[in-house]
């Protein structure tokens, strides 16, 4: 157990530069950065929303380079098909033999810019790479890069030309978190960054330093999966996501994945703070973020207006969080 302490602590540390490499080129916001680090080093994807301009994709390149390893951008668009995703099998002219053409998501990071621009056709190709860690090509099941992480920007989808994203490949992000517009204060440091820049146009990730090895951060994952959760824990999380299935103000709520995923997002969040426990205030400071995208609101819910987020907030106040744990 002492040696686990000493093992937090480093990693703590580790994040806490990785938090301090991101900082350099994106300002503020550091709950969503935090919610973010949470979802990688849990081993899930990322989905961020937010409205143009507000540094989603910015965000999202920050930390490709702060936690190291090899990292591809694609622009979704309404013409963008499957295959300039995954790959696929082609003629070679010289040779006359097929040849196997790897697509960019064989990368450690998949930045998925604006995801919801492209049909479902072209956003279900990411299926099985998030769900399975491999693509199949023509029969040929190809294993990606270890570790694999989806990092996908969205556009609210009442925006025009979006398309929304299929309640199955929701499921599959292990958190959505909502960017939103900076204070007044980071605004004004992150104008005067830009404007003192060399391009004076736009922010750029070229102050960030790799933080982080690939090796580091796949010991930082296997670390939070092993610390301790209590079973008072794992049956607080159970009742919080079952209750969303009990709810009239839902229609459909979220499955056994969206329990799983609360508590590897729990322990992720108590390494991150330095902790070899997890606590209740964990799975509250989460809940949200993993639970709201997994649901479909009632129409009744929808026409009055209340979000996802508001169900699952107004949830936690009716459901009792276990007392006495301890380390």
């Known amino acids: 157990m002492e040696q686990q302490k000493l093992d937090v602590e480093r990693a703590a540390q580790k994040l806490e530069q990785v938090k301090n490499e991101i900082a350099k080129s994106f300002f503020g916001q550091k709950q969503l950065v935090d919610h973010a680090l ?21 965000l999202v390149r920050a930390i490709a380079k702060a936690i190291g390893g090899d990292s591809k951008r694609v622009q979704f668009t309404p013409d963008l098909m499957p295959a300039d995703i995954t790959g696929n099998i082609m003629l070679d002219p010289a040779t006359g033999k097929f040849v196997m053409r790897k697509g960019p998501v064989f990368t450690n990071l998949f ?56 309640d199955a490949q929701k499921d599959r992000f292990l958190m959505k978190i909502i960017a939103d517009y900076p204070d007044i204060e980071d605004e004004k440091n992150m104008v005067t960054k830009v404007l003192t820049g060399d391009s004076g146009a736009e922010l750029s990730i070229a102050a960030v330093k790799t933080a982080l090895e690939p090796a580091d951060f796949i ?27 009990q709810t009239p103000a839902v229609e459909t709520g979220a499955g056994p994945r969206g329990s799983l995923s609360l508590i590897r997002c729990a322990r992720s969040r108590a390494l991150l703070l330095g902790r070899n426990f997890v606590l209740p ?19 009744e819910s929808e026409l009055e207006g209340l979000r996802a987020a508001q169900v699952i907030e107004n949830l936690i106040k009716k459901i009792e969080a276990p007392r006495g744990i301890k380390e």
């Open 281 to 299: 205030d964990d799975v509250k400071a989460l809940a949200a973020e993993v639970l709201a995208h997994r649901l479909t609101l009632s129409a």
């Open 38 to 58: 949470v979802t990688l080093i849990a081993g899930g994807h990322l989905l961020v929303e937010g409205v143009p301009g507000l540094g989603k994709t910015l």
């Open 111 to 166: 930045i998925a810019d604006e995801i919801n621009r492209a049909p479902a056709k072209t956003q279900a190709a990411l299926f099985e790479a998030m769900q399975e860690f491999q693509v199949t090509l023509d029969g040929e099941s190809c294993r990606l890069p270890s570790p694999f992480m989806v990092l996908a920007t969205q556009n609210p989808f009442e925006h025009e030309g979006t398309y929304p994203l299929p």
């Open 219 to 245: 010991e930082i994952k296997n670390l939070a999966s092993s610390l301790r959760t209590d079973p008072l824990i794992i049956d607080y999380a159970v009742r919080i996501t079952a209750a969303t299935r």
